[in-house]
């Protein structure tokens, strides 16, 4: 050491040395990420050290996308490495995509010097102002001595309150300059931003002597319970085994409430069971934990639940009352308000007797007995339905993680694959991004290296990011892609059909890869199958093989997926499989509902 | 299942609004840094929301606070979510809902002023006319020459609507107008 370096205080260091040491100091192990011109001071850190594992991705939406699906997996905050300009730009889908499913990210971006700023750069973007609308909030960074402090911020933004992802845009000469590390605050000084965890107990006391006079009570939950941890699952189950209500999640929140659980009804919403929407329709109290009355949840809206009071616990105060009004809202974490509940049921004087609902739970029963996932299977093509069936069967009692895509696929795997614990499910609810699921399965598989990680794709969307292979081969992360391949964009076509007689304008997936050469050409493993009597062993074999798989399942190609409300119906209005003739498929929806999705 | 039933919705909810649009006055507190214009006014655009008047300066230098004021105008429904949505942006402190609050101290509404200038140009008896009405008006001259006035205003948007329009066939030229400061009535701050 020189006499120099000696005389440098331990807290001065250069911008990327700060960004590197602050990701540390909040727990990073992974970052996600594509080098460029900007960001290159930060990837020469990421050079000198072993702390932190650099995952280079083959596209900036993939790390995105990839952060995502670590994020959802390990409860940790997801972090992203982009350059300026194409780098921040092609972050936007996922950025937009962690926010409407509200996944911890922090997006660290690269920017042109301060002294070029504004002056059209090469590979200049207004990354702050594009990104705005699309994170939680974020920032530009123009001194050196405030990176650190910014970074600290942004994690605790990122995960705290309502998750969601944030950008923190550092140019390169801020990278350059040497400045002062501030740890971690203990104290946070920011008071713009508190978000509040605890209910109103008054709220929860009320919520709690609703759900008692309760006739016909149903939990109705969302991605909010994953979010809040373990805990708040655990929870869950205990308030669910104490009232013995009926409970049906969101897509989001799959997995929070187990498969196997008596009480469980399936997901809701348009491509949900029957006895979960009809138990919606009908509810006299409806138990909202996490969820937000989503479009694809409610149907139409003046005829959503016509005759329930409606408890709505959620952290974020603007999702209450924003699409359906709610008579006790609670303000405040899942998990903090169910441990609320439990401890309130428990203390209840008099327990609402188990005939109070018995009635109820017939009704429940004879809805269940419609099995509204019901398909007719075939000993010459594989259905779609029991492809996922077989591999739910085959996947189970191991420590398995399902992604998607976005499409039919993503509906049949929402309603054949069976959940028993949150943080195993990523799929793009809001925003529902076609070529999220295989990024997002190298993200799980990086946190899990030894899961079995599936990415259930479908043929048009998995190539929308299948440059990503390539980071799994590279990487040695083995994830499995089992693709649906029907050679449509099946749920265009299914809307096609529904909507605009038939014509299936540019549904078609013309000149198709062969998948298994795709695989064998990135230097991985392609099985194909298009019998049902091979498909457990094929199944099997993908799950053993230690490499990355594209699996090309050859499906029928004109399923849709059913039960369905129509455009413009209400929950007890669905279209069930078994009453899906041609006909009514074609006058599912009249003119009106036609104008709009 | 029922589907003889004629929706009248759809899956994308354009149900007819029923309820009555209001117009409201907020005042938004918020860290005075760079960008905090733009996430306020982008919610508004982003979210489809009305702006009717917007007002910001910074008002407690040590602090780093600034003050925004916005009329906007929506459902009893919309408006609740454009103050909640407002709280959810970070560097916002507190959004106060003054056409509420002044309701709820029995007052009719806020206090709510609005300053403008206004050039007059002409000559001979449209002269003294304006200034006639510049002094029932309660308008002050700043700034004068022996075709001009520069005229200052101060007091409710209608008042100066008035103004302006008795200005039209004297001359006017210019407006220029500040947008609407407002705060409650009574002794408690925001």
Same mark, same amino acid.
């Given at each position: 050491?020189?006499?120099?370096?000696?005389?440098?205080?331990?807290?001065?260091?250069?911008?990327?040395?700060?960004?590197?040491?602050? $990701?540390?100091?909040?727990?990073?192990?992974?970052?996600?990420?594509?080098?460029?011109?900007?960001?290159?001071?930060?990837?020469?850190?990421?050079?000198?050290?072993?702390?932190?594992?650099?995952?280079?991705?083959?596209?900036?939406?993939?790390?995105?996308?990839?952060?995502?699906?670590?994020?959802?997996?390990?409860?940790?905050?997801?972090?992203?490495?982009?350059?300026?300009?194409?780098?921040?730009?092609?972050?936007?889908?996922?950025?937009?995509? !962690?926010?409407?499913?509200?996944?911890?990210?922090?997006?660290?971006?690269?920017?042109?010097?301060?002294?070029?700023?504004?002056?059209?750069?090469?590979?200049?973007?207004?990354?702050?102002?594009?990104?705005?609308?699309?994170?939680?909030?974020?920032?530009?960074?123009?001194?050196?001595?405030?990176?650190?402090?910014?970074?600290?911020?942004?994690?605790?933004?990122?995960?705290?309150?309502?998750?969601?992802?944030?950008?923190?845009?550092?140019?390169?000469?801020?990278?350059?300059?040497?400045?002062?590390? &501030?740890?971690?605050? %203990?104290?946070?000084?920011?008071?713009?931003?508190?978000?509040?965890?605890?209910?109103?107990? #008054?709220?929860?006391?009320?919520?709690?002597?609703?759900?008692? @006079?309760?006739?016909?009570?149903?939990?109705?939950?969302?991605?909010?319970?994953?979010?809040?941890?373990?805990?708040?699952?655990?929870?869950?189950?205990?308030?669910?085994?104490?009232?013995?209500?009926?409970?049906?999640?969101? $897509?989001?929140?799959?997995?929070?409430?187990?498969?196997?659980?008596?009480?469980?009804?399936?997901?809701?919403?348009?491509?949900?069971?029957?006895?979960?929407?009809?138990?919606?329709?009908?509810?006299?109290?409806?138990?909202?934990?996490?969820?937000?009355?989503?479009?694809?949840?409610?149907?139409?809206?003046?005829?959503? @639940?016509?005759?329930?009071? /409606?408890?709505?616990?959620?952290?974020?105060?603007?999702?209450?009352?924003?699409?359906?009004?709610?008579?006790?809202?609670?303000?405040?974490?899942?998990?903090?308000?169910?441990?609320?509940?439990?401890?309130?049921?428990?203390?209840?004087?008099?327990?609402?007797?188990?005939?109070?609902?018995?009635?109820?739970?017939?009704?429940?029963?004879?809805?269940?007995?419609?099995?509204?996932?019901?398909?007719?299977?075939?000993?010459?093509?594989?259905?779609?339905?029991?492809?996922?069936?077989?591999?739910?069967?085959?996947? /189970?009692?191991? /420590?398995?993680?399902?992604?998607?895509?976005?499409?039919?696929?993503?509906?049949?795997?929402?309603?054949?694959?069976?959940?028993?614990?949150?943080? #195993?499910?990523?799929?793009?609810?809001?925003?529902?991004?076609?070529?999220?699921?295989?990024?997002?399965?190298?993200?799980?598989?990086?946190?899990?290296?030894?899961?079995?990680?599936?990415?259930?794709?479908?043929?048009?969307?998995?190539?929308?990011?299948?440059?990503?292979?390539?980071?799994?081969?590279?990487?040695?992360?083995?994830?499995?892609?089992?693709?649906?391949?029907?050679?449509?964009?099946?749920?265009?076509?299914?809307?096609?059909?529904?909507?605009?007689?038939?014509?299936?304008?540019?549904?078609?997936?013309?000149?198709?890869?062969?998948?298994?050469?795709?695989?064998?050409?990135?230097?991985?493993?392609?099985?194909?199958?298009?019998?049902?009597?091979?498909?457990?062993?094929?199944?099997?074999?993908?799950? !053993?093989?230690?490499?990355?798989?594209?699996?090309?399942?050859?499906?029928?190609?004109?399923?849709?997926?059913?039960?369905?409300?129509?455009?413009?119906?209400?929950?007890?209005?669905?279209?069930?499989?078994?009453?899906?003739?041609?006909?009514?498929?074609?006058? *599912?929806?009249? *003119?009106?509902?036609?104008?709009?999705? | 299942?029922?589907?003889?039933?004629?929706?009248?919705?759809?899956?994308?909810?354009?149900?007819?609004?029923?309820?009555? !649009?209001? @117009?409201?006055?907020?005042?938004?507190?918020?860290?005075?840094?760079?960008?905090?214009?733009?996430?306020?006014?982008?919610?508004?655009?982003?979210?489809?929301?009305?702006?009717?008047?917007?007002?910001?300066? %910074?008002?407690?230098?040590?602090?780093?606070?600034?003050?925004?004021?916005?009329?906007?105008?929506?459902?009893?429904?919309?408006?609740?979510?454009? /103050?909640?949505?407002?709280?959810?942006?970070?560097?916002?402190?507190?959004?106060?809902?003054? &056409?509420?609050?002044?309701?709820?101290?029995?007052?009719? #509404?806020?206090?709510?002023?609005?300053?403008?200038?206004?050039?007059?140009?002409?000559?001979?008896?449209?002269?003294?006319?304006?200034?006639?009405?510049?002094?029932?008006?309660?308008?002050?001259?700043?700034?004068?020459?022996?075709?001009?006035?520069?005229? %200052?205003?101060?007091?409710?948007?209608?008042?100066?609507?008035?103004?302006?329009?008795?200005?039209?066939?004297?001359?006017?030229?210019?407006?220029?107008?500040?947008?609407?400061?407002?705060?409650?009535?009574?002794?408690?701050?925001?």
């Amino acid at each position: 050491m020189t006499d120099t370096t000696t005389q440098t205080p331990d807290n001065r260091m250069t911008g990327a040395e700060i960004v590197l040491k602050a $990701l540390k100091d909040n727990g990073v192990e992974h970052i996600f990420g594509y080098p460029g011109g900007a960001v290159l001071p930060i990837y020469d850190e990421i050079f000198q050290q072993d702390d932190i594992k650099h995952i280079l991705v083959r596209h900036e939406q993939g790390a995105g996308h990839a952060a995502e699906g670590y994020a959802r997996s390990t409860g940790k905050v997801g972090v992203m490495l982009v350059t300026s300009g194409p780098g921040a730009t092609n972050a936007v889908t996922p950025l937009q995509d !962690a926010l409407m499913d509200s996944i911890p990210l922090v997006c660290i971006s690269g920017q042109v010097p301060t002294t070029l700023i504004g002056s059209d750069a090469f590979q200049e973007c207004d990354t702050v102002g594009i990104t705005r609308p699309c994170t939680k909030h974020n920032w530009l960074v123009k001194d050196v001595n405030q990176l650190a402090g910014v970074i600290h911020e942004a994690f605790r933004i990122a995960q705290s309150g309502r998750p969601g992802p944030v950008v923190v845009d550092v140019p390169k000469d801020i990278q350059f300059a040497t400045g002062t590390y &501030t740890p971690k605050p %203990e104290v946070v000084a920011n008071v713009s931003y508190r978000p509040k965890l605890d209910g109103d107990i #008054r709220a929860i006391e009320a919520a709690i002597e609703l759900m008692a @006079s309760a006739r016909r009570p149903v939990f109705y939950t969302g991605g909010g319970v994953v979010n809040s941890g373990p805990e708040a699952s655990r929870l869950l189950r205990e308030l669910v085994e104490l009232t013995g209500f009926p409970i049906t999640s969101t $897509l989001m929140g799959l997995g929070a409430y187990p498969a196997s659980g008596a009480n469980w009804l399936g997901m809701l919403g348009m491509h949900g069971s029957y006895e979960a929407n009809m138990a919606m329709h009908d509810c006299d109290v409806m138990v909202c934990i996490g969820a937000r009355f989503d479009d694809r949840i409610t149907g139409r809206l003046n005829a959503f @639940s016509p005759n329930s009071r /409606k408890i709505h616990v959620d952290i974020d105060p603007s999702s209450i009352n924003k699409n359906v009004h709610v008579d006790i809202p609670v303000i405040g974490d899942v998990g903090s308000v169910l441990n609320d509940m439990v401890r309130l049921w428990r203390a209840l004087p008099h327990k609402p007797a188990k005939s109070q609902t018995e009635e109820w739970w017939s009704n429940v029963n004879r809805w269940r007995a419609r099995k509204s996932f019901s398909y007719k299977n075939s000993n010459d093509v594989i259905m779609p339905q029991y492809a996922l069936e077989r591999l739910n069967a085959l996947s /189970k009692g191991r /420590k398995t993680f399902i992604t998607t895509e976005v499409g039919q696929h993503q509906m049949w795997a929402a309603q054949f694959m069976e959940f028993e614990e949150p943080n #195993r499910w990523m799929t793009s609810g809001g925003l529902g991004t076609m070529g999220y699921g295989l990024p997002a399965a190298i993200g799980v598989q990086v946190a899990h290296p030894d899961a079995l990680v599936i990415d259930v794709a479908g043929d048009a969307s998995i190539q929308m990011c299948i440059q990503e292979m390539s980071c799994a081969i590279q990487h040695e992360l083995p994830v499995k892609i089992f693709i649906l391949n029907n050679q449509y964009m099946g749920m265009v076509r299914q809307w096609q059909q529904l909507l605009h007689g038939n014509r299936l304008s540019n549904s078609y997936t013309e000149a198709m890869p062969d998948f298994v050469k795709l695989a064998e050409a990135y230097g991985a493993v392609g099985l194909y199958c298009d019998d049902p009597r091979e498909l457990d062993d094929k199944i099997e074999e993908m799950i !053993a093989v230690k490499k990355p798989v594209i699996f090309d399942c050859r499906v029928a190609n004109l399923a849709n997926c059913f039960p369905m409300i129509p455009s413009g119906k209400a929950h007890n209005e669905m279209l069930l499989p078994d009453e899906a003739t041609d006909e009514a498929v074609a006058t *599912a929806i009249d *003119a009106k509902g036609r104008q709009l999705v | 299942m029922n589907a003889h039933q004629q929706p009248t919705g759809s899956a994308y909810f354009i149900t007819p609004e029923t309820a009555k !649009a209001e @117009s409201h006055t907020l005042s938004v507190l918020v860290s005075n840094e760079p960008g905090v214009l733009a996430r306020v006014i982008g919610l508004f655009s982003g979210r489809g929301y009305n702006i009717e008047s917007l007002t910001v300066s %910074e008002t407690e230098h040590e602090a780093h606070l600034s003050r925004i004021t916005i009329v906007t105008r929506g459902t009893p429904t919309v408006l609740e979510q454009i /103050k909640a949505q407002l709280e959810r942006i970070v560097p916002v402190h507190r959004v106060v809902d003054l &056409t509420v609050r002044a309701r709820d101290l029995g007052q009719e #509404r806020p206090i709510e002023r609005e300053v403008a200038l206004i050039k007059v140009v002409g000559t001979g008896d449209n002269r003294a006319e304006t200034l006639r009405l510049a002094d029932a008006f309660q308008a002050k001259v700043v700034d004068a020459t022996i075709e001009h006035f520069i005229l %200052e205003i101060t007091g409710k948007s209608s008042k100066i609507d008035q103004f302006v329009a008795v200005m039209k066939p004297l001359g006017l030229v210019e407006v220029c107008r500040t947008g609407i400061a407002a705060m409650n009535r009574g002794p408690q701050g925001m």
